[in-house]
RNA sequence: GUGAGAUUAGUUCAGUUGGUAGAGCACCAGAUUGUGGUUCUGGGUGUCGUGGGUUCGAGCCCCACAUCUCACC
């Protein structure tokens, strides 16, 4: 796999590239929206590549290991073919889950042990069987195995915390590279920076992973309980020390404000529930702002969901009808809500190398956040 | 027609010896960052069926009426 980085932004550390893959190239800066369960809730995949646009997904290795499990997606031969999505995918490896299941796992040198959401079974992921699954999944791009270390957490239990995922990422390798893809096409993975909110652990995370990054390295560990400031000072920390030869992906971030931020920071890429999952509850971004689609506000504007909007929902459906279907509990509401506001983060990105190209990023940045995060 | 029970928030219902009302859902508003189709936070939105009476004071006690439900002619 390979990224090249194309233009550079003179004001700020924005660049454009373009990464390699063999289901097609992706542009960067670019969104990826999560398809966790082998689909992005609500949408078509028509949709998502016609309509959103779409140059790349998301599945999640902790969902997909449950259900439907590795027996079947090696049986339809991996999951481009289970789900027919011929675009690249990226898999997580399952930390950020395990990290969220507080209570039902205990992780050890070895590995996590965690009980399944779903049915209370017991299972174990190590660094060496995650890379099977991975490979069974056939992600273009797979994550390392890691322990996604709490925002508020203190410098001793940070300390420790990556030095398990640094002996784990060393493992995750050596397994990665004695393997072979199932599927007949490349994959690579992305080594993950963890070191929580600590600039000498943030370093030292970055210059290990490194040794084992290919097109491109992780900034994970953020957005997970400190302040927005925080992040950005953590992403500004490790942008001199990450070679401009690799793609940059911030994991989980953000609000469409995060993203423009993160990319005049020296971010490649992203993925975010964000625009799903609080779409599905009637939170819609748009180039004017932020709207909340249940307001009663919302009852008689018939006027177009998003006069500025690129989507074909954006024109087609008014306010009042979509604030109808969120209060009535139709599934549609959710279905425009998703596509709209994805729609709408592929757009994000694809104005933002666009300014990137004719010169002009920061200027534009700095109103676009100010329209976005107005409250409408 | 007779008898019994019921009538309190949008709705289903609590409401103590009489001291001007409260819960779930709904609704209204806010949160949500490597997705458990969620979850969390805040808000009570009321002519206590109507009209009288007793009482310092009535959702509660008394009378009449209205409406609904059930049972029996």
């Not at 779409?54 to 590795?70: D, F, K, S, V």
């Not at 096409?185 to 963890?194: G, K």
């Not at 900034?219 to 490790?238: D, H, Q, S, W």
């Not at 625009?275 to 506000?297: A, S, V």
Request: with cysteine; glycine share 8%; net charge negative.
């Amino acid at each position: 796999m390979e990224f090249t980085p194309l233009v550079e932004d003179k004001n700020s550390r924005a660049r454009t590239g373009l990464l390699k893959t063999d289901h097609g190239e992706i542009r960067t800066p670019i969104f990826m929206p999560v398809g966790t369960v082998g689909s992005v809730k609500g949408v078509y995949h028509r949709d998502l590549k016609e309509d959103v646009k779409a140059e790349i997904i998301l599945g999640n290795t902790y969902h997909l290991y449950l259900r439907p499990g590795l027996e079947i997606l090696n049986k339809a031969g991996g999951l481009h073919r289970f789900e027919n999505w011929d675009r690249p995918i990226l898999t997580d490896s399952g930390g950020f889950q395990v990290f969220s299941l507080t209570g039902i796992r205990k992780i050890t040198e070895e590995g996590c042990t965690f009980q399944s959401h779903i049915d209370g079974s017991r299972h174990t992921f190590t660094p060496e069987n995650n890379v099977t699954t991975q490979r069974m999944i056939g992600a273009d791009i797979c994550m390392a195995f890691d322990e996604c270390c709490p925002g508020d957490a203190d410098h001793a239990y940070a300390e420790k915390s990556l030095a398990l995922t640094q002996r784990w990422l060393a493992r995750y390798a050596k397994a990665f590279h004695e393997s072979e893809p199932l599927y007949g096409y490349e994959q690579t993975f992305f080594p993950i920076i963890q070191g929580c909110v600590y600039p000498d652990l943030r370093i030292k995370a970055a210059e290990h992973a490194l040794e084992y990054a290919d097109a491109g390295i992780a900034i994970g560990g953020l957005a997970v309980g400190e302040p927005t400031e925080k992040m950005y000072e953590m992403i500004e920390l490790l942008d001199p020390v990450i070679p401009r030869s690799k793609a940059r992906y911030l994991m989980g971030v953000g609000t469409p404000a995060n993203i423009l931020e993160a990319i005049s920071r020296g971010v490649d890429m992203f993925d975010c529930v964000m625009p799903t999952r609080n779409g599905r509850n009637g939170m819609l971004f748009t180039w004017n702002g932020i709207l909340n689609m249940r307001n009663e506000k919302w009852k008689d504007d018939f006027s177009p969901l998003d006069p500025a909007g690129t989507s074909f929902v954006d024109s087609t459906y008014s306010k009042a009808y979509l604030r109808h279907l969120f209060i009535a509990g139709e599934m549609f509401a959710a279905m425009i809500a998703s596509e709209h506001n994805l729609a709408f983060y592929l757009d994000v990105v694809r104005q933002a190398r666009l300014h990137i190209e004719q010169g002009d990023f920061t200027a534009w940045k700095e109103d676009a956040v100010k329209r976005i995060t107005t409250r409408l």
